[in-house]
């Protein structure tokens, strides 16, 4: 679907490149309320927070490196970590609990030996559980890197996996 | 086109109207989130090349909208005048539809939607059971709006409200007209909307300077109503937060968004945008001398920040942590200035108010509880999606007239709502009327409107878990009730579904809950332990069973299952032993199989995949 993107690793811009993060600074400069902002936009543009991107915003910006990682660390949106190749989440909220969304949890953990909000070491998935994506009447959905996936099981899961896992596979042929 | 009088608008409203009345046609299709899942942004892409193949770009009007609602059934295709609908379309029929529907003037069968009782076809949207019920005076707009599109809303006399707000009353008579109304915040408590409108403008501000804030952070898991006005209908939040301003006294708003909402902030920018460049925002609004514009401030994923004061504190670029009140928000808020807070569905209510007239507006309901509600009717439930309701409408008609009851014949076991604050309620209490009085009376409350249905193979007790899980995850850690008393009451509910509950757990939930309740900072805590007081007060007898006999009766606790083979259903074709992660499934090829208890970790994936249905959990 169109609102999230493909989060491939190729679509960030490696962190000793700081352009963006000046470009982002300027932009938001003389607002001292739009830290939530910079770091969105700095997570659109490099992947997530890196600890060097982090020294460089409190420098640049005048913040306290405690304070950003006081924020960063505060909501949920921002990750400390690069992501991996591909992103699975897996809805957590409560209609898809009521559908054994727990399951399905229990099935990424056990194929891709990571717990959510893991990356593997191989840096080839990230386990992510949200909140609520909104779908309800999916329940339970897995979206894999901005597809969704819908009326899952245990076994579709297994399925789901196996085709990243085993053929590098794109998920596009399942059932 | 500036709008500088509210006759340049009526002016341009019929205008508008005038070349929508051009086309003998109108198809509508739902683009809201839930149906972009299911594709429908194929279905619209089929259609338009459909009316551009059959030479009917000059007869159709096209939309491509927000949320219809009815989302267990995406693809909707809804035409008009006829009132013809269609579900769960495919896009390689999109053609065959718009030839027999609007050329040949007839139907698809295929796509009509069927009574599921009788099986009968229907084929107008109105006689649907799910919709039928329904008041859907805000919901009812989104399938004629195309929410980047402004003129869809001004056709619909949008902004006229506003209009007649800047131009025929003064301030106190909005307030006047809200409170003659009894509209209600619709995003949890129920607090009345013109007094909370009514401290803040009388509250002094040190420049002059006020806010308001439309909560558009939508936190309840299984909730998404909010999106789905912000998404559909942008405009009417923006008419109604000009509203709101004007009676309070505020120059200044802001819109604060979940990032998780792409869909929603796309739609509100390019409307913000809209309405600035028509002058029905921003400097001297059309020509009335009244000034006022929107930020939108997008949110980082924290549930606490549904509570005023921690929205307050995101909002000025801080961790969103609660501040204890008083001083309220009304007197004291963003940036210390007096601020009004309200959520999305309350926004949209106020134009509305206006356009209909709060007598009439105030017809609809109880005595207490003016309007309608939006609901999120998800979970257990055939016709999964958004119903709006009047006020007192009964939880039986939303689950089984409007919802189609449970699937698979299963038997109904509680309805949850008011998401992580509220609480279950059971079958027992399944004709009260939905209102904030009488679902708070019995243990649980309105919220922001999400309501998930149960069934008999949903276990309470790890349902209060869920919930104590969240809500110890969502902690913002400030005070200690909340930050430790969450935690520990998430580890006694982990210990009972583990089959190592005790006796003495059930009191100690029950002393740490009164606890929390009390001593908690802010709502999230005070209401924390709601979910567990409810199942306890509903459903002891399944905790009881967790403790004393050592089984889920639900079928749903790892820990206290045994998955079991009915060797009468097994045809013995090993997809069960094929999926099994530990391989603890073993049997001839053809003959009945079996689980080893020993190996098995309950993960029930063999169940799903058997096709026999001969696996159960016990």
Known sequence: MEAENCHCTQRFAPVDDLRPLEEIVEKYRGDRSAVISIFHELHETYGYLDEKIMEELARRAGYQLSQLYGLATFYTQFRLEPVGEHIIKICHGTACHVRNAQGLIDEAERTLGIRPGQTSPDRKFTLETVNCVGTCALAPVVVVDGKYHGRMTPSKMQKLLKQYTEKGGTGEDED | ?618
């Open chain 2, 1 to 618: 086109m500036r709008i500088d009088s509210p006759a340049a608008l009526d002016r341009y409203c019929e205008e508008v109207k005038e070349k929508k009345a051009k086309y003998p046609y109108r198809v509508s299709v739902c683009g809201g989130t839930g149906c972009q899942a299911f594709n429908c942004l194929e279905v619209y892409e089929a259609l338009v090349e459909s009316i551009k193949e059959n030479d009917l770009e000059e007869e159709v009007e096209l939309k491509l909208t927000g949320c219809h609602g009815f989302c267990e059934m995406g693809p909707l295709m809804y035409f008009q005048p006829m009132g013809t609908f269609y579900a769960k379309v495919d896009p390689k029929d999109v053609n065959d539809i718009v030839v027999a529907t609007i050329l040949q003037e007839g139907e698809v069968d295929k796509y009509l939607y069927r009574d599921p009782v009788s099986g009968e076809k229907i084929h107008h949207r109105e006689e649907i059971p799910f919709y039928k019920k329904q008041v859907r005076l805000l919901l009812g707009l989104n399938h004629l709006i195309r929410p980047q599109v402004i003129d869809d809303y001004i056709a619909l006399d949008g902004y006229k409200a506003l209009a007649k707000v800047l131009f025929e009353m003064t301030p106190e008579e909005v307030i006047e007209a809200v409170e003659r109304a009894g509209l209600r915040g619709r995003g949890g408590a129920g607090f009345p909307t013109a007094r909370k409108w009514r401290i803040c403008r009388e509250a002094p501000s040190p420049d002059g300077i006020k806010y308001i804030i439309c909560n558009a952070d939508e936190g309840d898991p299984g909730a998404y109503m909010d999106r789905s006005l912000l998404e559909g209908n942008p405009h009417a939040v923006i008419e109604g937060m000009a509203i709101g301003a004007y009676a309070i006294g505020a120059c200044e708003g802001y819109v604060y968004v979940r990032h998780e909402y792409p869909l929603a902030l796309r739609n509100l920018l390019v409307a913000l945008d809209q309405a600035r460049e028509m002058n029905l925002l921003g400097k001297d609004i059309m020509g009335s001398g009244f000034d006022f514009d929107i930020k939108v401030a997008v949110g980082g994923g924290a549930f606490v920040c549904g509570e005023e004061t921690a929205l307050i504190a995101s909002i000025e670029g801080k961790r969103g942590m609660p501040r204890p009140r008083p001083p309220y928000p009304a007197v004291k808020g963003l940036w210390g200035r007096p601020t009004n807070i309200n959520n999305v569905e309350t926004w949209e209510n106020v134009p509305l108010i206006i356009r209909m007239g709060p007598e009439k507006f105030a017809e609809i309901g109880t005595e207490n509880s003016k309007g309608t509600k939006i609901f999120s009717l998800v979970g257990k439930i055939n016709n999964t999606g958004l119903v709006e309701v009047p006020m007192g409408i009964t939880l039986r008609e939303i689950i089984y007239d409007i919802g189609g009851g449970i699937p698979g014949n299963k038997a109904f076991k509680a309805v949850q709502t008011g998401g992580p604050s509220g609480g279950c309620i059971p079958a027992e209490h399944l004709d009260i009327q939905v209102d904030f009085e009488s679902l708070q009376g019995i243990g649980s409350m309105m919220g922001s409107g999400g309501m998930i249905v149960m069934d008999e193979n949903t276990c309470m007790v790890d349902i209060a878990k869920y919930f104590m899980k969240f809500l110890c995850e969502e902690s913002c850690g400030k005070c200690v009730p909340c930050r430790v008393g969450t935690k520990r009451m998430l580890e006694i509910l982990t210990k009972i579904c583990d089959g190592e509950g005790t006796p003495e757990d059930l009191e100690a939930l029950e002393v740490l809950a009164a606890d929390i309740k009390a001593a908690s900072l802010c709502a999230l805590g005070g209401t924390a332990p709601n979910p567990v007081l409810t199942t306890l007060r509903y459903f002891r007898h399944e905790y009881e069973e967790h403790i004393y006999n050592k089984k889920c009766p639900a079928g749903v606790c790892p820990a206290l299952i045994t998955i079991k083979i009915d060797p009468e259903k097994c045809n013995g074709c090993g997809a069960c032993a094929k999926v099994c992660p530990v391989n603890a499934i073993s049997g001839e090829k053809k003959q009945p199989h079996v689980v080893d208890p020993e190996l098995c970790i309950r993960c029930k994936v063999c169940m799903d995949r058997c096709r026999q249905e001969a696996i159960y959990a016990e």
